[in-house]
């Protein structure tokens, strides 16, 4: 008896042998009722699939950042209730490595991919990963930030409410000079937090600057904001500049944990105690903040929600739908702990 192949079904289905090909390997887009005759024709024949890829690929900028690797892993296991595999693969933002590493996977037959926080966060990244992922007609999925010209879902955390959520604290507090250490320019969460941060001084009554790129600040200034990378280091770097200020801030807000520990490091070798000189909020909530002294008041990104909406969205679009492009918000936490207290007299 001889082999049935594509061919075989493609007739029997009256369509293509590629059309054929996309659904068995759950790639492009095949309208419903041509799924489900290509399905049909599949059992009449008795076509046997073998290898059916159900592997989703996530990137993500380094596993050795606490909430990324939260965040894959909790992508994966949301994957794996939709009979969806995650492999995750890491490449630094806007580098080579990135197209290198989604062209290789592409090859082995990957089905969706889902960008967390990688090169979609960073403004005017190259168009070549997300092109190549549309020329091959493989889904995807942004967490953070969308490609630009490319339609494809997004879902992101409200920095500019989580810049809020932190002003009115400190503001309550008491507070009324209130730094921000943020991201470099040019990475969209970075710059949303700035936006948050400085519309909520200003809704309050505040002044509103920024560093001036060469780490000096305005003295005069309420509300000044350093842009640096994203590290320990240039939490203590952003942190002695800003309080090497005529004016010190009273409070210091951090675009990551990380960079707050830096400040609270910084704080310390100026003579200063956390939170009766300084109060210090962070962002991420991804480490066991209770356990450092102080135990540090964090902005929590809504991590498992995020993971829990993106797996039906990914499943829809590997069975051919097109979900809404929108890009989704999801609101972040306050969560208070000792390193904030009223501001000092």
């Given at each position: 008896m001889a082999k049935v192949g594509i061919a075989d079904v493609a007739q029997a289905a009256g369509v293509s042998e590629a059309t054929v090909s996309r659904v068995i390997n759950n790639r492009g887009t095949v309208?419903?009722?041509?799924?489900?005759?290509?399905?049909?024709?599949?059992?009449?024949v008795g076509y046997a699939r073998t290898n059916v890829s159900n592997v989703v690929l996530l990137v993500t900028p380094g596993l050795d950042e606490p909430f990324f690797a939260r965040t894959s892993e909790r992508i994966m296991s949301a994957l794996g209730m939709h009979g969806l595999r995650g492999v995750?693969?890491?490449a630094p933002v806007g580098g080579t490595q990135e197209l290198d590493l989604v062209s290789a996977m592409v090859d082995a037959g990957i089905v969706a991919t889902i960008f967390v926080s990688a090169s979609n966060t960073l403004e005017g990244a190259d168009p070549g990963v997300h092109r190549l992922l549309t020329r091959e007609h493989i889904p995807f999925v942004c967490i953070n930030g969308a490609f630009d010209q490319a339609d494809a879902p997004v879902l992101s955390t409200n920095d500019a409410l989580a810049s809020q959520l932190a002003v009115e604290h400190l503001w309550g507090l008491g507070h009324r000079r209130i730094g921000l250490i943020a991201g470099p320019t040019g990475n969209r969460p970075s710059?949303?937090?700035?936006?948050g941060f400085r519309e909520t001084m200003a809704a309050l009554g505040a002044g509103t600057g920024d560093g001036t790129g060469d780490g000096t600040v305005d003295a005069a200034v309420y509300a000044p904001v350093v842009r640096i990378a994203y590290s320990m280091e240039g939490g203590v770097s952003a942190a002695t500049t800003l309080l090497g200020a005529a004016e010190p801030p009273t409070a210091i807000i951090a675009a990551s944990?990380?960079?707050?520990?830096?400040?609270?490091r910084a704080a310390r070798r100026a003579g200063l105690s956390i939170p009766g000189d300084l109060s210090v909020v962070g962002y991420d909530d991804a480490l066991p903040l209770d356990?450092?002294?102080p135990p540090l008041t964090s902005v929590r990104q809504p991590v498992d929600r995020l993971a829990a909406?993106?797996?039906?969205?990914?499943?829809a679009q590997v069975r051919g739908r097109h979900p809404d492009a929108?890009?989704?918000?999801?609101?972040?936490?306050?969560?208070?702990?000792?390193?904030t207290a009223p501001a000092p007299r």
């Open positions: 309208a419903a009722g041509t799924r489900k005759a290509v399905e049909a024709a599949l059992r009449t995750v693969c890491s710059d949303r937090r700035v936006a944990d990380e960079m707050a520990l830096g400040a609270i356990f450092v002294d909406a993106v797996a039906p969205i990914v499943l929108t890009e989704l918000m999801f609101d972040p936490e306050l969560i208070v702990r000792a390193s």
